[in-house]
């Protein structure tokens, strides 16, 4: 599976933006798709994930600000933000989660860059 992440923008706190992570090859075989982050200096952190049955978790930091969905028709995953923080300032990657793996592949992407400022 092929994962490319796109929509990081700069920001200022308070405001939306919207992420997308587009998927490619054997998509079928996917059971969970997630978004992870990495702030500078500090350690990949995962942020929202979402299963094959639509059940979704978020990191406390998410919680109430994000929404994790996928479009199964496009093949792509999206992540709603709102109410940024400069905290979120991070470059964002997606992972997925094939249905025969015990974890995520942790196989990472350019990522997409999102820079809250003021």
């Known amino acids: 599976v092929q994962l490319v992440e796109s929509g990081g923008n700069l920001v200022q706190p308070g405001g939306s933006l919207t992420l997308s992570c587009a998927a490619s090859?054997?998509?079928?075989?996917?059971?969970?798709m997630g978004w992870y982050r990495q702030a500078p200096g500090k350690q990949r952190e995962l942020v929202a994930t979402?299963?094959?049955?639509?059940?979704?978790h978020y990191s406390d930091s998410a919680k109430g600000r994000f929404t994790i969905s996928t479009d199964d028709a496009k093949n792509t995953m999206s992540l709603q933000m709102t109410n940024l923080k400069r905290e979120d300032t991070a470059v964002y990657y997606c992972?997925?989660?094939?249905?025969?793996?015990?974890?995520?592949?942790?196989?990472w992407g350019q990522g997409t860059q999102v820079t809250i400022y003021s």
């Open positions: 979402i299963n094959h049955y639509g059940t979704t």
């Open positions: 090859g054997s998509i079928a075989m996917i059971y969970a």
């Open positions: 992972d997925e989660k094939p249905a025969f793996a015990e974890d995520w592949t942790k196989t």
